[in-house]
């Protein structure tokens, strides 16, 4: 059965072009109307990407990357849909970016390199305590920029969404914070940058 609703690749595209300002462009002078030129073309992907890239500089609204990730499923192009679905959760639930270095097989349980692309959801201490004391972790995802995965003992710069955005209000830029999987420390991050939604829109 179709659904006459469902707004089709260019469609889609094109709307969330209509959300990027005219003056905003990349580090490589790429603006909205290089967007539809390629859009005129029929060259999805090409548009997708760019539009991508265009919003990784720019805050857009929570409407601009659901259309892109709607266009990237159609399209089937699942890194990019990951991708987009990211960025509507750091939207909703703000974003941490840190400097993570995961401890060597030899200190702690993981063997296998984690996933880049949002799919690990493990829990950090980041500083609070429960009622008896003792340390309360918190749960956000890892998304490992630029890098496909990250091995064992490796390093890279990681953005994390929050579970629950209000347990991270007091986390600040400089603060080391501890990755676990389980009891023992799975990794060490150092706080890069903190955007947490206002306490004015809570997030559920």
């Known amino acids: 059965m179709v659904d006459n609703d469902r707004m089709d690749v260019t469609e889609l595209l094109e709307s969330a072009s209509l959300l990027v300002p005219e003056k905003v462009a990349t580090e490589?002078?790429?603006s909205v109307q290089d967007v539809w030129d390629y859009?005129?073309?029929d060259?999805?992907?090409?548009?997708?990407r760019l539009l991508e890239e265009l919003g990784d500089g720019q805050p857009l609204p929570l409407t601009f990357w659901e259309q892109l990730a709607e266009a990237a499923e159609q399209l089937g192009l699942?890194?990019?849909m990951a991708w987009c679905h990211w960025r509507c959760a750091e939207i909703r639930n703000g974003m941490i970016r840190a400097d993570l270095t995961l401890r060597p097989p030899t200190a702690a349980r993981r063997r296998t390199p984690i996933s880049g692309h949002g799919v690990l959801r493990p829990m950090w201490d980041i500083g609070n305590l429960s009622p008896t004391g003792g340390v309360a972790v918190s749960i956000a995802g890892v998304w490992v920029e630029?890098?496909?995965f990250l091995e064992p003992g490796g390093r890279a710069t990681v953005r994390l969404v929050p579970l629950t955005p209000s347990h991270w209000t007091h986390v600040k830029t400089?603060?080391?914070?501890?990755?676990?999987?389980d009891r023992?420390?799975?990794g060490t991050a150092v706080v890069l940058e903190v955007h947490l939604p206002t306490p004015a829109m809570p997030t559920r």
């Open 28 to 30: 490589n002078d790429i």
């Open 39 to 41: 859009l005129a073309h």
């Open 43 to 48: 060259e999805w992907q090409i548009a997708l």
């Open 78 to 80: 699942e890194r990019s």
């Open 146 to 148: 630029d890098m496909p």
């Open 174 to 181: 400089g603060q080391q914070i501890n990755m676990h999987e």
């Open 184 to 186: 023992t420390v799975a």
